[in-house]
């Protein structure tokens, strides 16, 4: 990608993109010689206890959910990145992604990845992109700063094809998580609205407190710095 143009330099702004784990993906093919679905199976989901997860272009297996859109069955559409888009995984599943989080990288005594490894995971990357704003990125994880006002640490990570969206998100420091998950393209903002909500009512039962259920709007906040002036710096709500 030498001679590519970019819209950007890095550490400017914030863009999501499956380039990176989609070179990852391949170097992981070229170095260990298998496949990348094969070798992730291997080493990672079934270590975890993950029996359903795979890595594939598209769903398949009699307990695949169907494809709907406007109550209509749609045909189903494959995935073109298999390493940052072609995970395909059930609610248990991915409440055992939970288990490794919560257990510092661990699960029933068994070590998946490094504890130094999964902090890292959990630190915030971007503190010094002054244009990414309120916007808090960890290592394949996002912050969920509109949940608890920062005074809770949750993060989270999307996923989604053409007919399905899914969410797992998940509160370390007390222990807690949630998957939600829909075979229907329902707008992102809803996922995470009923896992926030959900998270607030399991951290209610925990600990006796009331948390409002209601999206508490933070400001939105604009440093000087090396792309912002004096003339925008500022609060904006």
Do not use: C
Not at 102 to 107: D, H, K, P, S, V
Not at 201 to 221: A, D, H, I, N, R
């Amino acid at each position: 990608f030498a001679d590519e143009y970019t819209a950007y330099a890095p550490n400017v702004i914030y863009s999501y993109s499956n380039i990176g784990p989609t070179l990852l993906g391949h170097a992981i093919q070229h170095v260990t010689k298998k496949s990348y679905s094969d070798y992730l199976f291997e080493e990672v989901l079934n270590p975890m206890g993950m029996p359903s997860s795979f890595f594939s272009q598209h769903l398949k297996g009699s307990h695949a959910a169907k494809n709907y859109q406007n109550g209509k069955l749609e045909r189903q559409l494959s995935s073109v990145d298999i390493p940052a888009a072609g995970l395909n995984s059930s609610v248990l599943d991915l409440a055992r992604l939970i288990m490794l989080v919560n257990g510092e990288g661990q699960i029933k005594q068994q070590r998946i990845l490094t504890k130094k490894t999964m902090n890292e995971m959990q630190m915030p990357q971007n503190a010094d992109v002054a244009l990414d704003l309120n916007l808090r990125l960890g290592l394949g994880w996002f912050f969920m700063d509109t949940a608890f006002n920062r005074r809770e640490k949750v993060i989270f990570h999307n996923g989604g094809a053409a007919f399905h969206r899914s969410i797992v998100a998940a509160m370390p420091d007390r222990k807690l998580g949630v998957v939600v998950m829909m075979n229907s393209p329902a707008p992102e903002k809803t996922l995470n609205t009923i896992a926030e909500k959900s998270l607030k009512l399991l951290l209610e039962v925990k600990t006796g407190q009331s948390f409002p259920l209601e999206q508490e709007e933070m400001p939105v906040s604009w440093h000087k710095g090396d792309y912002i002036n004096d003339n925008i710096a500022g609060y904006y709500m």
